[in-house]
């Protein structure tokens, strides 16, 4: 697979659903590969072909230790991610938002006619 | 007296072309579905202040289009247009999306109720045909700058010295 310099790395690397497992898991702390595979159920080269995606786009590092490679989140390189996220949701929600207002408005037009 | 459900939408990127935005609210599923798909409720919620609905034009049957215009603050105005795919009131729509200052961001917008005990919770998801599309939109939707913000936050995350902004 081709690996592109563009900005869509990050978004591809996390829009994986088994990817973003991952990441989750290493929320705990650094883990081994295999540490990995027992708590996702997946096999090793999965796990292993998903971390390389995550080190190529920065979002985790690894280091070895003896014979054992220990993987670790880069919280600082996900912080910013996490804060475009939340403005995007904070879009949605200012919108449904209103909607919900909208909706309890009606409500309580339909009950006060109702008395 | 309900609990106020302010900013308690869910939005998941499932995958590449697809944005799932998830919502519930304290109303039954006939008027949700009514807020959502009649043009007169929808000009009451629909623009982000201070943007205003210019017109909103909803024909809902399959093969039905619909077209909602906004003027922004500083007079400019930009539309939203589509054809529905399927109606099923009162629990699913499926539209097409265009926005129409990127005809490349075509996206299916597949709504979805659900109400269980007086709470509706509505399901919106928008496939997009590409990841241009979906990245245009999540800069389109009322955030103008969020995409350029976003990519200057990538660009320094995949930038060769890996500084990330303070």
């Known amino acids: 697979m081709a690996r592109s310099p563009t900005t869509s790395d990050v978004f591809n690397a996390i829009a994986e659903v088994r990817r973003r497992e991952i990441l989750d898991a290493l929320m ?38 003896g014979r054992h490679r220990l993987y670790s989140l880069e919280p600082a390189r996900l912080r910013p991610l996490h804060e475009w996220l939340a403005r995007y949701e904070q879009m949605w929600n200012e919108r449904l938002d209103r909607m919900d207002d909208y909706l309890q408005e009606l409500q309580r037009r339909e009950s006060s006619s109702d008395t | 007296m309900t609990r106020s459900r302010h900013g308690s939408a869910r939005i998941e990127f499932p995958n590449e072309l697809d944005v799932l935005i998830t919502r519930e609210f304290d ?4 008027l949700v579905f009514d807020v959502m798909t009649k043009p007169e409720h ?93 990245d245009h939109m999540t800069r389109f939707d009322g955030q103008q700058d969020s ?12 930038g060769p010295t890996g500084t990330s902004p303070s």
């Open chain 2, 147 to 158: 995409f350029d913000a976003m990519e200057d936050i990538l660009r320094s995350l995949l």
């Open chain 2, 42 to 134: 929808v000009s009451k919620w629909g623009a982000t202040p201070p943007d205003q609905t210019k017109e909103c034009s909803i024909d809902l049957r399959v093969g039905g289009a619909y077209h909602h215009v906004f003027v922004a603050g500083d007079g400019t105005e930009c539309s939203f247009r589509g054809t529905y795919l399927e109606v099923e009131p009162p629990i699913r729509t499926v539209k097409t999306w265009l926005f129409d200052g990127w005809p490349d961001a075509e996206a299916v917008e597949t709504m979805q109720l659900h109400e269980t005990d007086g709470v509706t919770t509505l399901t919106v998801r928008l496939a997009f045909r590409d990841k241009a599309g979906r």
């Open chain 1, 28 to 65: 705990a702390g650094e883990k081994a590969v295999g540490t990995i595979v027992a708590d996702l159920s997946l096999s090793q080269p999965q796990v292993s072909k998903h971390l390389r995606v995550l080190s190529e786009v920065g979002l985790v590092k690894c280091r070895a230790q």
């Open chain 2, 27 to 30: 109303a039954p599923i006939a």
